[in-house]
Nanobody, 120 residues
Framework: QLQASGGGLVQAGGSLRLSCAVSGITFSSFHMGWFRQAPGKEREFVAA????????SNADSVKGRFAISRDNAKNTVYLQMNRLKPEDTAVYYCGASMRWTRDTREYPYWGRGTQVTVSS
């Protein structure tokens, strides 16, 4: 199971830190990703981190503002979101994959999302 938390309502320019606690799979064997889905839109890639944490990848829209990290001892992946914008408003999901990919179809494990709302 993957359980995302940490969402909320924040003003533009503010920060939030999302967490995703993982159980039931060997966390350290999986690459982890964060995705988001705004109303009426498809789920889109935000950021990913390799199983060991040595490499990360970010969508262009969040580069320089968001940072993904993980703690394999705590089976948790994080998304630090800074300088938030209204267009970042979405439900944020964490996913686990054995493939290093941005493709949602390659992520067999998903958590329930957490709502992030950024007011202008």
């Amino acid at each position: 199971q993957l359980q995302a938390s940490g969402g909320g309502l924040v003003q533009a320019g503010g920060s939030l830190r999302l967490s995703c606690a993982v159980s039931g799979i060997t966390f350290s064997s999986f690459h982890m990703g964060w995705f988001r889905q705004a109303p009426g839109k498809e789920r889109e890639f935000v950021a990913a981190i390799t199983w060991g944490g040595g490499s990360t990848s970010n969508a262009d829209s969040v580069k320089g503002r968001f940072a993904i990290s993980r703690d394999n001892a705590k089976n948790t992946v994080y998304l630090q979101m800074n300088r938030l914008k209204p267009e970042d408003t979405a439900v944020y999901y964490c996913g686990a994959s054995m493939r290093w990919t941005r493709d949602t179809r390659e992520y067999p494990y998903w958590g329930r999302g957490t709502q992030v709302t950024v007011s202008s």
